[in-house]
């Protein structure tokens, strides 16, 4: 009798770890994209006729976007997330950075990480991707290069990678003449710790496609400190020749997530305007992720341009309000023409609305103010400006 009942046991506990083997690899990375990038449940009042008249005359760029991170497809529309290309039609975005993450450490947070350990192997298993790309950091750039490749050629024409001025002007005049309503991507990697210590490297992903490079994510590596960092240190030699590589080649400097120190020793060296893909300013809410009024007319002095994101460490308040409050300030302190769209969606964010819904940003751009030439410049216009001056010829 209690063979029988042990023999039982047995076998229901090999086919409960069995069924969670099974669904770890068809559904665990579906489950983790669902519960990390959600939008609020929140009511919001639809934009006024003056907002979708105007809207529909921008040219939007969004600096920076991890759907590629996510088992989602970009093709179709998706009631997981804030991204997608029917999404991005929808919300008449011209531009989509999409940035690539390679390493992420566990217990997330903004004060302090270390760089010893990594929770994106999990993900990389439970998504299906190879083997090499558990363990390795620079197989994970290859694939999210290689899925933004297979989700063009699945697009019908409606994800169109560039890669160069040339390209990007491309698109622009087919899109203005109407002759396409598709989204251009444009591939950035979400730190360099891929680079593991040799500058060679930067070619490497430059030859994958990717155009803009975060020195730092969320913990310290070889070029310098990031703002959620254990040290939080200075840019490192190894760092200068990686700023002046990228910029030989061109690759766009990019010091969202890095520590001041970065900061100051990057704008120190960059011959070529840089960016701060995703952030929010001190002016509105406080966090160590968030710019000085100092950086931000550092960064203005370059001639670079700071995305203000989505999300409640850098706003604090989501709402499109919000939003626009925090673009106020930036624009006070940096001016005008240093100031961009950054909404780090799908970042393992929760934002109040997704890319379907970029006219309320419009909206709250003209009800904080803003004239529509200047609400030009803060969706597009600026970004365009770095992209012409960093993409290669």
Sequence with gaps: MI???LSKLLSLALFLLVAGFIGFF?????????????????????????????????????????????????????????VDV?????????????????????GLNYEKNSAEKDQIGWLAAASGWPVAAWTS????????AEKLGEFANRSGGRLVPVRTVAELELFLRFRARGDTNGVAAILAMEGLQALQGKVDRVDTLFNKGYRIGGLTHFFD?????????????????????????????????DLAHASPAVITGALGVARKPVLVSHTGVQGTCKGPRNLSDDELRGVAANGGIVGIGYWAAAVCDISPR???????????????????????????????????????????LLKEGFAP?????IMGGNALRVLRAGLPK
């Design 3 to 5: 063979s029988r009942i």
């Design 26 to 82: 068809t559904i665990g990375g579906s489950v983790a994209d669902y519960m990390k990038n959600k939008v609020a449940d929140t009511t919001l009042a639809p934009p006024s006729d003056s907002a979708r008249a105007l809207h529909s005359r921008l040219t939007i760029v969004d600096l920076h976007s991890d759907a590629l991170l996510w088992p989602r497809s970009l093709v179709r529309k998706s009631s997981r997330g804030h």
């Design 86 to 106: 029917p999404r991005l039609i929808q919300g008449h975005v011209a531009v989509q950075v999409l940035a690539a993450v390679t390493k992420v450490p566990p």
């Design 137 to 144: 950091l620079m197989p994970r750039a290859t694939v999210q």
């Design 221 to 253: 590596n070889e070029l310098g400190g990031s703002s959620a960092g254990e040290a939080k240190g200075g840019l490192t030699d190894f760092g200068k020749q990686v700023i002046a590589r990228m910029e030989q080649l061109g690759m766009i400097v």
């Design 322 to 364: 919000g939003i626009a409050r925090a673009i106020r300030y930036a624009v006070n302190v940096a001016g005008i023409s240093h100031v961009a769209l950054g909404s780090d969606f799908d970042g393992a964010t929760t934002t109040a609305f997704d890319a379907s819904q970029m006219v309320l940003v419009t909206d709250a």
């Design 373 to 377: 030439v200047e609400i030009e410049a």
